[in-house]
């Protein structure tokens, strides 16, 4: 299990020491059809004495699982002062998280960081490790329920990577759910019976896998309210944040405790190579 402590703020500040890329379980079998090892990061407000459910600590632990301490301050408060005064608190907290995800079988890293901006914080943390996914935890039971909305554009590979590495064959159904805003809109079967193709590629059984489609006018809703049946939801960024839709305070806020925890799928980084090409275009 490594660690390490990041005083950043909204600023952007890197983080102290690297991270090992060679984190995970010593006993695990490695499933080889899974093209990206998915990291998961996990972040949680540790000084607030939020904890995470053993059910999704064990359903996470075959990721490479990084615990996010974070804490966030007053505006007024610089982040050096509270890295003094609470940091050791912090970390404490954090490696008790880390040692539940150690007794499920994984080898989790922990990094702890005080911040004036949440969202930022979280966004620049998972660029700067490649996350794959960031949790934004929620009580849950039991996993066997796995609900995966697709509703546009998702980097299938990093989705089905994710699903299949986690998805245990003797617990876990995966329900992929394809949604569309008009019948002449995005090909919600054909993204649907994609996803499906990939997973089952990578292990995941047809008994396992249940595809349905449907369309609607407000997908981030329909979501948000069917995240009540299910045990985790994975489902990629999209247009519109679901950090707003579950935890902003728009009209679509959700009560921390009304939905099962969500799996968001980041969209890889670009290649400086490509990033090159698109200015010169």
């Known amino acids: 299990m490594s660690d390490n402590t990041d005083d ?7 983080a102290d020491a690297p991270l090992d890329t060679d984190a995970g379980s010593d006993d695990a079998t490695p499933n080889l059809a899974i093209r990206e090892p998915p990291v998961v990061l996990v972040p949680v407000e540790v000084l607030e004495g ?17 615990v996010l301490g974070y804490h966030v301050l007053p505006e007024q408060t610089p982040t050096e002062q509270a890295s003094m005064q609470f940091e050791e608190r912090a970390q404490a907290a954090v490696d008790d998280i880390a040692g539940a995800f150690v007794d499920a079988g994984g080898d989790p890293e922990t990094r702890v960081v005080f911040t004036h901006d949440r969202d930022q914080t979280l966004e ?11 949790l934004l935890p929620n009580p849950t039971g039991a996993v066997s329920e796995v609900l995966v909305p697709i509703r546009g554009t998702i980097d299938d590979d ?19 759910w394809g949604l569309t805003d008009s019948p002449g809109g995005f090909d919600a079967d054909a993204a649907a019976a994609d996803a499906a193709d990939r997973l089952r590629e990578r292990g995941v059984t047809e008994a396992q896998l249940t595809t349905e489609t449907a369309t609607t006018e407000t997908p981030i809703r329909d979501i948000v309210e069917r995240s009540t049946d299910a045990d985790v939801v994975v489902m990629g960024e999209g247009d519109e944040s679901i950090l707003d839709a579950l935890f902003g305070d728009d009209a679509e806020r959700v009560a921390e405790g009304a939905v099962a925890p969500v799996l968001v799928v980041r969209s890889r980084e670009p290649e400086a190579d490509d990033v090159e090409d698109s200015d010169e275009e």
């Open 50 to 66: 939020a904890t995470l459910p053993d059910a999704l600590v064990s359903f996470l632990a075959p990721a490479r699982v990084i």
């Open 8 to 14: 950043g703020d909204d600023t952007g500040t890197a």
């Open 124 to 134: 620049r943390v998972a660029a700067e490790l490649g996350a794959t996914a960031i």
């Open 158 to 176: 990093r989705l089905a990577d994710l699903v299949a590495t986690l998805a245990d064959e003797a617990h876990e159904r995966v329900t992929l």
